[in-house]
C-alpha cells in the first residue's frame, strides 16, 4: 500500500521541481525528501523523476502519478469531515415494509424526497420476517413489521394499529353475512389470517375462510381490490392498504362491531445507530402510522 506522505512529498516535488524548496514547504531535510521518492519508487518500480543538477524533469509515469495522487489526497483531506456530515435531509435511506402500510407510506415518503431533494428513499415491499431479518443483518436502516420482532439485536417501537376492514363492492351499503356468502371470497397470501380474525369476531354464521367459496386471488397488494371494485367478491384487509387504493368509489369498508387491530412496529438494529435522516425518516413514517390508526373506518 502507497504511503499517502510519500504521496504528498512527490506533489510538492513534483510542483517545485527542486529537492531543496520541497524541503522548506514540508519542513524537512533534502535527505529525508530524496528518501520518501526512493520508496515510492521502489513501490511503483518506476522512475518518477531525471534529475538535472539542482533540478528535476518529471517522467511520465510521475505525471500520471500526480493525476492520481491528487484526487487520493483530496479524498483523504476531505474525509474526516465527510465522515462527521449527518444531515436529516442529505443521503440515502434504506427502509422496508409489508405491502399495505408500505403503499400508503412511499407516497408520503417520496413527498420528502421532493421536498428534500438530497435524500434518496430506497424501499422495498417484503414480508415480516424478511424486513427482520435484513434489519438484523444491517442490509436496511428502518423496518415496519405486524409481528412483535424475535431477534435479540433488534429495537421495536409499537407506534399504532392497522384495523382489518371487510371490502365489498360500492353497491353494497351494509356487511351483511348474506353479501358475504353471495359474493365470495379474495383471497391474498394473508387472506386467511385476516378474514378468519375479522369475520370470526364479527358473524356468528362463520366457521372458517375455507368455507366460504373463494371468488379470485392476488398476491398484489394494490391488485387485490381490483376484482372488489367490479363486483367479483370481497377481502379484509388492513385499513391502509385500503385507503392506499386508487379507486375508492368503487369499495365500500366496513370497520365492523368489534374491531381487529393489526399492531404497527418500527423496527432497526440495536447496535447501528440511527443516522438524523433515518431518525427524521422515522418520525414521518410514526406521524402517518398515528393518522391512520386514528383516521375514521
Not at 175 to 200: C, M
Request: glycine residues 6%; neutral net charge; proline residues 6%.
Amino acid at each position: 500500500m502507497i504511503n499517502p506522505i510519500f504521496l504528498k512529498t512527490f506533489c510538492v516535488l513534483y510542483r517545485n521541481t527542486h529537492f531543496t524548496q520541497t524541503a522548506q514547504v514540508l519542513h524537512m531535510t533534502q535527505p529525508g525528501v530524496s528518501q520518501h521518492i526512493h520508496k515510492l519508487e521502489e513501490q511503483l518500480s518506476a522512475q518518477l523523476f531525471i534529475r538535472k543538477g539542482k533540478h528535476i524533469i518529471a517522467t511520465e509515469a510521475a505525471k500520471t502519478l500526480y493525476e492520481h495522487a491528487i484526487a487520493i489526497l483530496d479524498t483523504l483531506e476531505s474525509l474526516p469531515s465527510e465522515i462527521k456530515k449527518d444531515s436529516p435531509y442529505e443521503g440515502e435511506v434504506s427502509i422496508m415494509s409489508p405491502g399495505g402500510v408500505g403503499l400508503l407510506l412511499y407516497e408520503r415518503l417520496l413527498h420528502e424526497q421532493r421536498t428534500h431533494p438530497q435524500l434518496s428513499i430506497q424501499f422495498r415491499f417484503a414480508p415480516n420476517t424478511d424486513t427482520e431479518r435484513a434489519i438484523s443483518q444491517r442490509k436496511a436502516d428502518i423496518g415496519i413489521v405486524t409481528l412483535r420482532p424475535t431477534l435479540a439485536d433488534i429495537t421495536s417501537l409499537k407506534i399504532g394499529n392497522d384495523p382489518l376492514l371487510l371490502v365489498l363492492p360500492s353497491k353494497y351499503k351494509e356487511p351483511t353475512w348474506t353479501a358475504i356468502e353471495q359474493l365470495g371470497f379474495i383471497n391474498h397470501p394473508d387472506g386467511e389470517l385476516h378474514g378468519t380474525s375479522l369475520l370470526a369476531e364479527n358473524y356468528s354464521e362463520f366457521t372458517s375462510i375455507s368455507s366460504i367459496k373463494q371468488s379470485g386471488f392476488s398476491n398484489q397488494i394494490s391488485l387485490i381490490l381490483d376484482p372488489v371494485s367490479l363486483g367479483l367478491g370481497f377481502t379484509v384487509l388492513p385499513k391502509s392498504a385500503v385507503l392506499a387504493y386508487r379507486n375508492q368509489a368503487s369499495i365500500s369498508a366496513f370497520s365492523l362491531e368489534n374491531p381487529v387491530l393489526e399492531p404497527i412496529f418500527l423496527i432497526h438494529n440495536t447496535v447501528a445507530p440511527l443516522t438524523k435522516r433515518a431518525k427524521f425518516i422515522s418520525d414521518v413514517i410514526k406521524n402517518k402510522i398515528v393518522d391512520v390508526s386514528e383516521s375514521v373506518g
